[in-house]
């Protein structure tokens, strides 16, 4: 029954989302989708091919809640609080609008310096309604002229396309899905690929986990990271990677979510579905989630899109006994790595 109300609120919640006027009018077109992998972070936003100066409009009525000016990195930057409290991050602009450009000089001056950071108060900030201009595009801080758009909540960064339409029709696809054993598991690891056409199966005597590519086509002209990625035991949950959302306080490396080898060639579809075991796991120990163990049945790798649609494989599986001897002594031989924050306790070449 409580899975059935969590369901409902979900839907529900989808339902009676805000929906965003596009703060781009004369660009639709993206060159960098929301949670892309990059060299040191996963992408927050969504990039938007721009020449410079195009209009950026508010997308809800709002008001001004942060401007920042930092050359190294976003740029000119703009945070647009709005209606729904969330709020509209805009990166890589020329310029504010009038009064907004004349406040950020006016800073600069008393400041001394190019870069600035500062807040405004909720009572006496400039505020705009829908529609209304409030910067221009430009190419300051990295990379050629573009706009980078992201909405937060806090410091979670959501999938900004998923506030918009037309609704997407067409399912995720999973391109592959491979599996690894506990004993053989590393950072670089690639596992073992299964041909999804040949009704695949997986047979070991020790726990194993899953790893899929996958993306979703989506309407928005290039290929994009789906909502969701779900691992089911006999359609039991036991894992769930949200793709559309990025916890700034999370740990942010990227070896946490991706196998190295395949980032250097596929800069965005790669997801592991399994979290990091402890290199010091003693037999008695619980797996971390996703990790499969003492099963015989089927396993359901459900991929997610933002408008509901989904695509699933389905693996039939016999995995390992946690107090086999194998089992002892692939836990006693693990090659894990346990990651804190950002330090990786790994050398790559």
Known sequence: MARVLIFLLICAARVLAVEYLWPLPDSRTLTGGHADSRMDHFHGGVDLRARTPLRVIAPTDGWIERIGINPPGYGRTLYFRMSDGNTATFGHLSRYEPALQETVRDSQLVIGTYRVDFTFDSTDAPRYKAGETICFTGSSGRGPAHLHFEVRTGAVQHDPLAFYKPKDFDKPVIVGVRWIKLSDYIPTAIGNDLVLSASPRVKSLEPIAFMVRTFDPGPWGRNAVPFAVRVYE?????????CSEIDLLGPSNIYEKLVYPEFKN????????????????????????????????????????????????????????????????????????????????????
């Open 234 to 242: 006999n359609e039991r949950l036991i894992f769930e990677d949200q």
């Open 266 to 349: 596929n800069d965005r579809d790669v997801r592991r579905l399994f979290e990091w075991p402890d290199r010091n796991l003693a037999v008695d120990d619980d797996l971390p989630l996703g990790w499969i163990e003492d099963f015989v049945g089927v396993v359901r790798i459900e991929v997610e899109d933002r408008n509901g649609n989904s695509e699933s494989v389905r693996i039939p599986v016999e995995a390992g006994l946690p107090k086999s001897a194998c089992a002892k002594r692939c836990r006693a031989n693990l090659n894990g790595y346990a990651l804190t924050g950002d330090e990786v306790s790994l050398k790559l070449g």
